[in-house]
């Protein structure tokens, strides 16, 4: 619903402006992980820079990335306990344009049927070059900066790193380690992912809902321990993206 949608940015904005007006910060941070790999059309930037340029026209973009084969193996996993029927053949098979093609495996929306775009669809932000222009080409050249990421954000540097992405001069102490969360083993992804596959054909032919805490309670039920999913087996995907990589590492210090 456009209209509710305009509404719903409408009192983002609100509340934003009204936090703003009372803390008045000389370096505001929004952190949401779900702009980066959930805003794939021109249109919706544009949409994103207008209700934030409301609030300053100093925006600057930066995204914290890992190896995409490591990134792929922990995204997949999480789509797969959020309800993915498919398996990882669907990005080892995109053409040579892996943007477009991870776009166009995407099915589209249809919630009463448990269809959610951001969890069947493929990652197509892993092009990190092509992210980088996408959000470059509406924010501005230069507005982007990608920096890596890696476990050290769990242990008590985690702050440095904050000040460094975000030129945030004062100290701002330490942060209390924490533990990452264990991946899920490769066979309770394959259960999931049969079960999910199930649970979609039984939704798309009958009016049933399946409410999102009875299908965590049913992942749960089948879990099984074991060996995550190995980076290290989705080579194809390190080889396809090493030229990308060696580029940007010229062009983002923060690789």
Do not use: C
Not at 124 to 151: K, N, P, Q
């Amino acid at each position: 619903d456009p209209a509710r949608q305009a509404r719903l940015r409408e009192d983002v904005a609100a509340g934003l402006g009204k936090e703003i007006a009372a803390q008045r910060p000389e370096t505001l941070v929004l952190s949401a992980v779900q702009l980066g790999q959930g805003l794939a059309r021109r249109s919706e930037l544009e949409r994103l820079r207008d209700m934030l340029w409301g609030l300053s026209d100093d925006i600057r973009v930066v995204a914290h990335v890992d190896a995409p084969a490591s990134l792929l193996a922990r995204h997949y996993a999480a789509q797969v306990l959020e309800g993915r029927a498919t398996g990882l053949e669907v990005e080892l098979g995109l053409g040579t344009d892996w943007w477009e093609g991870a776009l166009a495996a995407t099915p589209a929306a249809d919630p009463a049927a448990g269809i959610f775009a951001e969890v069947q669809g493929p990652a197509f932000w892993l092009d990190y070059e092509r992210l980088a222009s996408h959000w470059e080409s509406v924010f501005g050249s230069g507005r982007v900066a990608l920096r890596s990421t890696d476990d050290s954000l769990w242990g008590p540097g985690a702050t440095e790193e904050i000040r460094a992405a975000f030129g945030i001069e004062p100290r701002i102490g330490k942060a209390e380690p924490a533990t990452p969360p264990a991946a899920p083993s490769a066979a309770w992804l394959a259960r999931g992912r049969a079960f999910n596959a199930l649970t979609l054909r039984m939704l798309a032919q009958s009016d049933r809902v399946l409410p999102r805490p009875l299908q965590m309670r049913f992942m749960e039920e089948i879990r099984i321990d074991g060996e995550p999913v190995d980076p290290a087996s989705l080579y194809r995907v390190s080889n396809r993206f090493g030229p990308m990589l060696a580029r940007l590492e010229r062009a983002h210090p923060g690789l």
